[in-house]
């Protein structure tokens, strides 16, 4: 396992793209903090989208809708999405993210569906400094 801020993500897997053989889940949103908000940045395509252009091994991405604080006290409350275009990277990330929540690990589509996940990271972290808590999503209706 290698884990690495959300600014190195991309250089880190340029740097070791040749050494990468296994799945990659890719939990980064590249964000930008101002007073007035958590905002989203990037050039319109995924942090992961552009990790499976670096790589030879699949990406999957998810775990965005997760409060890392909320981690650190065993398993976080919600649901957790994961996206990706390789099944087996997928299922792998689907089986983790399984273990990590209360609720259910749940297949959110291709890894285009990535761009509205790290998105969504922006919304979780300005509704926890709004309400000083620890958001997550629940899914409702499936």
């Known amino acids: 396992m290698l884990a690495v801020k959300a600014e190195a993500a991309l250089h ?11 799945p990659v889940l890719s939990v980064a ?3 930008r903090f101002t007073k007035q908000g958590c905002y989203p940045t ?7 989208e552009r990790t499976q252009a670096l790589l030879h091994a699949p ?7 997760l409060a890392a604080a909320s981690l650190a006290q065993g398993k976080a409350e919600g649901d957790a999405l994961v996206c990706g275009d390789d099944a087996v990277a997928k299922e792998l990330a689907l089986a983790l993210a399984a273990k990590v929540v209360a609720g259910r690990a749940l297949d959110a589509g291709p890894l285009a569906s990535a761009r509205a996940l790290e ?14 808590g620890h958001a997550g999503v629940r899914i409702v209706g499936l």
């Not at 990037?42 to 992961?48: I, R």
């Open 42 to 48: 990037g050039d319109g395509s995924s942090v992961a």
């Open 29 to 31: 949103s590249e964000l």
């Open 12 to 22: 880190t897997a340029a740097y070791l793209a040749d050494e990468i053989s296994v």
């Open 59 to 65: 990406v999957a991405a998810g775990l965005h809708s």
């Open 119 to 132: 998105g969504m990271t922006a919304v979780i972290v300005n509704l926890n400094r709004r309400y000083r």
